[in-house]
């Protein structure tokens, strides 16, 4: 019935984004390297930017992607992620490979990082507040000519492993107490690191993203999730024994803090009702993505990702209604999968109306 629906409303216009964003429709790339901190100079702030080579657009969605690395190590220009930028800027978006804050080499060789969970907390809340400052960056860009061409409203957050870990609590922990203080304080430790926006600089503009995308991530309370968050995708084997696709300890470790990923992240997110979807490779470890485009599955991912951004874009949900609409009444609310759905923030809903009509709306959440 809803697929009818959608067939016969023929009073409605949907934007289709000019044919961008679905498939690779540019051949090349370029990349520019910058800080993006104005506060840290060094290789641990830095960025590469990609655009698509010929594009004329000067309102395109942005991309921050994070590396992995187990917060030890990782860089921006590891392949996934390359591979990951390159493919998405192909289909008109700009993406940005990030560099964050590490585990200092002494506390690898000792041993420290991983048996202490409060360093751990500390890394990651270290890791959100750069890639916060990346974010940042790009709006005050945006305020100041909007060199990348970018559209504030459309800015999405991800990454693979430890890059997804900081995407999914950069999106997902909305205050300060939101963070345990026991058996640690760690809403000490983030008060320490400058507050949630953190210590990165790029103060004064926000740091709001529009969703977040994680490849074989996990995030650390399910609790977090709730129903004013941005809509979630994710990646993930369902044998992943290093980031769990359930719930366990990081890495395999009993000392690591627990990490939950999509096998449990995505009945929280239906519980709350946030729109959101999920890819499950069945078997699969925690290996099948760093080989990038070499890898079909990683291939798979990207389509599978790109499918669920589409109708999330801003140029996806523009709508024509009838000129004598004030009377009618809303009699049905559903989301994308035609699933009864509530009013909520930050998902895409089509409302039908007991006279035959409809309205697709997004509506924005700006923390």
Same mark, same amino acid.
């Given at each position: ?289 760093? &080989?990038?485009? /070499?890898?079909? +599955?990683?291939?798979?991912? @990207?389509? *599978? #990702?790109? =499918? ?29 999968? &035609?699933?009864? /759905?509530?009013? +909520?923030?930050?998902?895409? @809903?089509? *409302? #039908?109306? =007991? ?13």
């Amino acid at each position: 019935m809803f697929a009818c629906l959608l067939l016969h409303s023929s009073i409605f216009v949907f934007s289709q984004c000019d044919g961008r964003y679905e498939n690779e429709i540019f051949t090349t790339t370029s990349k520019t390297t910058l800080t993006y901190s104005d506060v840290y100079i060094d290789g641990e702030h830095e960025m590469d930017v990609y655009v698509p080579d010929g594009d004329t657009y000067t309102n395109r969605p942005l991309i921050v992607f994070c590396h992995g690395g187990s917060f030890m190590n990782g860089d921006k220009e590891d392949s996934d992620c390359v591979d990951f930028c390159e493919s998405f800027a192909k289909r008109g978006y700009v993406t940005a490979s990030v560099n964050f804050r590490q585990v200092a080499n002494d506390f690898i060789s000792q041993g420290i990082f991983i048996a202490n969970q409060q360093e751990q907390y500390r890394q990651v809340m270290k890791a959100v507040a750069d890639v916060k400052a990346s974010i940042r960056y790009f709006r005050k860009d945006y305020a100041n000519g909007n060199a990348f061409g970018i559209d504030e409203n459309a800015i999405f957050v991800g990454g693979a492993s430890a890059g997804a870990v900081v995407a999914l609590h950069l999106g997902f922990i909305d205050d300060i107490s939101d963070l345990p203080t026991s058996p640690f304080n760690i809403q000490d430790v983030v008060n320490n690191l400058g507050g949630l926006e953190g210590d990165a600089g790029n103060n004064g503009y926000s740091s709001a993203i529009n969703g977040v995308i994680s490849i074989a991530g996990g995030i650390n309370d399910l609790n977090w999730i709730d129903a004013s968050d941005e809509p979630l995708v994710c990646v993930h084997g369902d044998a992943d024994d290093v980031v769990s696709y359930n719930c366990a300890p990081g890495l395999g470790f009993p000392t690591v803090v627990t990490l939950c990923g999509a096998g449990e992240m995505h009945p929280q997110a239906d519980q709350v009702n946030l729109t959101n979807d999920v890819l499950v490779y069945p078997g699969e470890a925690h290996t099948w993505f760093p &080989g990038g485009s /070499s890898n079909a +599955k990683f291939v798979q991912a @990207l389509d *599978f #990702i790109a =499918d669920f951004l589409f109708p999330i874009l801003p140029c996806n949900t523009s709508f024509i209604t009838e000129v004598n609409s004030s009377n009618r009444k809303i009699v049905r609310i559903v989301d994308v999968l &035609g699933r009864p /759905s509530s009013i +909520k923030n930050n998902a895409m @809903l089509y *409302f #039908i109306y =007991d006279n035959g009509t409809m309205e697709k709306k997004f509506i924005f959440n700006e923390k």
